[in-house]
């Protein structure tokens, strides 16, 4: 059974930076291709980034150039780097792994950026 545990949210003021962390357990970490996803008050979970066991990344167009998924497989981490934050990218930051039908999700991690 997988299990993640997020971490790194927080308050931050438009135009500054966070990192978040998930770390993997219960599986094999390099099997899984791991995923951010957030869900702002009022919309539905929408996908931030993937990125594969091999380091291939995706990202959705709103966070191109700003945000950073990387993955340590040595530490079974995924972390996202947030750069320029605006108030449109406070939401609850919810961590993912997927590997043919299993599919695992955090409790997530709130990031407010506000002034």
């Known amino acids: 059974q997988v299990q993640l545990v997020e971490s790194g949210g927080g308050l931050v003021q438009p135009g500054g930076s966070l990192r978040l962390s998930c770390v993997f357990s219960?599986?094999?970490?390099?099997?899984?291709?791991m995923g951010w996803y957030r869900q702002a008050p009022g919309k539905e979970r929408e996908l931030v980034a993937t990125?594969?066991?091999?380091?291939?990344?995706d990202y959705a167009d709103s966070v191109k150039g700003r945000f950073t998924i990387s993955r340590d497989n040595a530490k079974k981490t995924v972390y996202l780097q947030m750069n320029s934050l605006n108030p449109e990218d406070t939401a609850v930051y919810y961590c993912n792994a997927n590997w043919r039908s299993i599919t695992g999700w955090g409790k997530g991690t709130l990031v407010t950026v506000s002034s």
């Open positions: 219960g599986s094999i970490f390099g099997l899984y291709v």
């Open positions: 990125i594969t066991s091999g380091g291939s990344t």
